[in-house]
């Protein structure tokens, strides 16, 4: 009797999400390896999270570093840090303040354009919202997520023979909630003012965009129940006990060349070959089958305000350089008048750091063109957990991008 109560509850306390009271967020900029040392060092000794980059593999001397720390060894972390004399702050005091910190109230499970939806509420969205314009959107599903999930396609777009298509994907990575609330944006604007903004009228009339607002299903349903800092699908991974692959290091670009682990357990895991992740094996299938019509893909990530395009798998300029660096600038300028909101652009290896893997590069040596990575809000001060505040922002100046990209698709592919 009593051990059945004992298991009932430990049971109810497992499934409550991992808490991350008393966390910091440290921001450091090793100056020479002695400081790369340092962190090789901590690494080894306690479980590090890093934000970005997304590994410790990836950090180099003069590049600043974010890295999530377990309370009870911050203050010895911070410590050390001190002793070394590298450049280091706090980014995020508490970061379960933070978790708390990003909805603007509790009251969940009805749709907003300006909060962090659930999967449950995105998918009864695309699936009203499709409904509710059938002459503008209709639903399809990509396919199915390791853990049985839909994963569900937009199409959004006035019906005509022979349109060019943009394919748009969000929530790649689980933790990057402004992702999948971006693509969710982009089809509101596209159904509240086709018609009325000329714009993008033009757009839906001569282009089909294809909007996946969540590709890794499995992991974006973990980071609302269980890990918030969760980044991986959650395929299970044999011969280890460790969870998941990055989907951003399972496609087929030098995979598992450079800036991924051939560790199961590693955030930037490659998994077991290239596409062995039903999520990325569905999304690959679809472009290589829409290859003809498909001339842009653009994959929504966060944080860091930077629009990337290829290589990432290593420091060759891509055929396209030049025009891809053009198209980039016009569209980080066009974010900016918004807001004033600052993006870097150019090459993934140049300006973020040598990543194999990436579905831009992968999207780019198949044949489209028009390849680009964004990088969403903000630079740190919140990383993942963004407030939902800033959803509505950050989400019109990345459709001043997103349309100026289309645009010179439009015209030129
Ligand atoms: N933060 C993204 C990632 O590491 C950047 C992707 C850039 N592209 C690439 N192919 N690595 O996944
Ligand atoms: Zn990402």
Request: aromatic fraction near 12%; proline fraction near 3%; glycine fraction near 6%.
């Amino acid at each position: 009797m009593w051990s059945i109560l004992l298991l009932v509850s430990i049971a109810a306390v497992s499934a409550d999400p991992k808490e991350f009271n008393g966390d910091k967020v440290f921001r450091v900029v090793p100056q020479d390896q002695s400081h790369i040392e340092l962190i090789k060092s901590i690494a080894s000794d306690t479980q590090l999270d890093f934000w970005a980059p997304d590994s410790l593999s990836l950090i180099s001397i003069g590049q600043q570093a974010d890295f999530r720390v377990e309370f009870d060894v911050a203050y010895d972390v911070q410590a050390l840090l001190e002793s070394s004399g590298m450049p280091y702050e706090v980014l995020i005091g508490d970061v379960q303040v933070a978790v708390d910190e990003q909805h603007d109230s509790n009251i969940r499970a009805v749709h907003s354009y300006e909060k962090y939806n659930d999967l449950d509420t995105i998918n009864a969205w695309s699936a009203n919202i499709a409904a509710q314009n059938p002459s503008l959107v209709t639903r399809s599903q990509l396919g199915t997520s390791y853990e049985g999930r839909p994963i569900y396609l937009l199409k959004v777009g006035r019906s005509g023979s022979n349109k060019k298509a943009v394919f748009i994907d969000c929530g790649f990575h689980a933790r990057e909630w402004v992702s999948p609330a971006f693509c969710q944006w982009f089809v509101k604007e596209s159904v509240e003012n086709y018609g009325s903004d000329a714009v993008l009228t033009n757009l839906l009339n001569n282009l089909d965009f294809y909007v996946l607002p969540v590709l890794n299903v499995d992991g974006y349903v973990f980071t609302w129940s269980s890990n918030r800092m969760w980044r991986k699908t959650r395929s299970v991974n044999s011969g280890s006990t460790c969870f998941g692959t990055d989907p951003n290091r399972n496609f087929n670009a030098g995979w598992c060349t450079v800036g991924a682990s051939s560790r199961a357990c590693d955030d930037t895991y490659c998994g077991s070959t290239p596409e062995s992740e039903r999520e990325t094996k569905a999304l690959a299938n679809f472009i290589r089958s829409n290859l003809s019509s498909i001339k842009g893909y653009l994959t929504v990530h966060s944080y860091s305000q930077m629009l990337l395009f290829p290589y990432s798998y290593s420091y060759a300029l891509a055929r396209d350089h030049t025009e891809l660096n053009t198209v980039a600038k016009n569209a980080v300028d066009q974010l900016f008048t918004l807001h004033r909101t600052r993006y870097t652009y150019g090459p993934g290896g140049t300006t973020i750091y040598l990543a194999a893997g990436g579905s831009d590069d992968w999207a780019y040596d198949v044949g489209v063109k028009y390849s680009f990575t964004f990088e969403l809000r903000d630079t740190g001060r919140y990383g993942f957990l963004l407030p939902e505040s800033q959803i509505k922002a950050t989400s019109e100046e990345t459709m001043l991008a997103v349309k100026s990209i289309s645009n010179h698709i439009l015209n030129n592919a």
